[in-house]
């Protein structure tokens, strides 16, 4: 079964510490890995999406890397704006085409100034 | 530019009634779906219309019917509500089905049944 699994569920940091967030995933067969950000109140809002191994991709202080097993979302000297819950999916090749994307339960993210 | 627009925004209904929640995007996606959040749980498809005339069940149907109106609009109903159908209810588009892009997603119906 297709499973993705986010950590930590919650992470304080102060304005200017980085850090990264997690997110593993067990799937048969990895079509793309979407990363999201959610505002309270809102809908997800696209980030980023990685199609294999050794792919990165940046937007501003967000950094998202890929391996077979797991993504990283690296925040690099994060503001208070970046307080938000960041969503990780999986979406599977299957035979025939897929359109179930499996996502994790998230990871809020506070920025205290 | 909208993007995806949901209504209505929020909702209380009792045991038993229906409802239906509208959707309608304005990127010229051909593909349309309904997702529900609830706490401690990741976003769960309902149902998904891969191109205009046709829609499929995702993970959770039970309980639901949806109907593609257009290539622009993608309805939601709920024809006996349940307390157990309390969620935030999110619509998405995307521009080709069965494909790996991303999808886009409305801001949400949050829907209490009491």
Same mark, same amino acid.
């Given at each position: ?16 510490? /980085? /850090? ?33 191994? +050794? ?31 960041? #969503? ?9 085409? /897929?359109?179930? #994307?499996?996502? +994790?339960? +998230?990871?809020? #993210?506070?920025?205290?100034? | 530019?909208?993007? !995806? &627009? @949901?209504? %209505?925004?929020?909702? !209380? ?6 409802? &239906? ?8 996606? =051909? ?5 529900? @959040?609830?706490?401690?749980? $990741? ?10 005339? &046709?829609?499929?069940? $995702?993970? !959770? %149907?039970? $309980?639901? =019917? !949806?109907?593609? *109106? ?12 349940? %307390?157990?159908? &309390? ?12 494909? =790996?892009? %991303?999808?886009?997603?409305?801001? $949400?119906?949050?829907?209490?049944? *009491?």
């Amino acid at each position: 079964e297709d499973q993705v699994t986010q950590s930590p569920e919650a992470l304080r940091l102060q304005e200017g510490e /980085s /850090s990264s967030l997690n997110c593993s995933y067990t799937v048969s067969g990895l079509r793309g890995l979407f990363w999201y950000r959610q505002d309270p109140g809102k809908g997800p809002e696209f980030l980023f999406t990685l199609y294999s191994a +050794g792919e990165e991709k940046e937007k501003e202080r967000l950094k998202a890397t890929l391996t077979k097993k797991e993504s990283f979302l690296h925040i690099t000297a994060p503001k208070p704006e970046d307080s938000a819950t960041y #969503l990780c999916a999986v979406q599977a090749l299957k035979q025939g085409g /897929s359109e179930k #994307l499996v996502f +994790g339960k +998230g990871t809020k #993210l506070t920025v205290n100034p | 530019n909208a993007g !995806v &627009t @949901q209504t %209505p925004k929020f909702q !209380v209904l009792k045991t038993g009634q229906s409802m &239906t929640l509208q959707c309608a995007q304005d990127m010229n996606h =051909n593909s349309m779906y309904w997702y529900r @959040q609830d706490p401690g749980m $990741g976003l769960r498809l309902i149902y998904y219309s891969a191109s205009e005339g &046709t829609t499929d069940k $995702g993970e !959770v %149907p039970n $309980g639901y =019917n !949806v109907s593609r *109106l257009n290539k622009r609009e993608f309805s939601l109903r709920l024809e006996s509500a349940a %307390p157990s159908q &309390t969620s935030v209810y999110f619509c998405a588009s995307k521009r080709t089905a069965y494909s =790996n892009q %991303p999808q886009h997603f409305g801001d $949400g119906t949050r829907l209490s049944i *009491l």
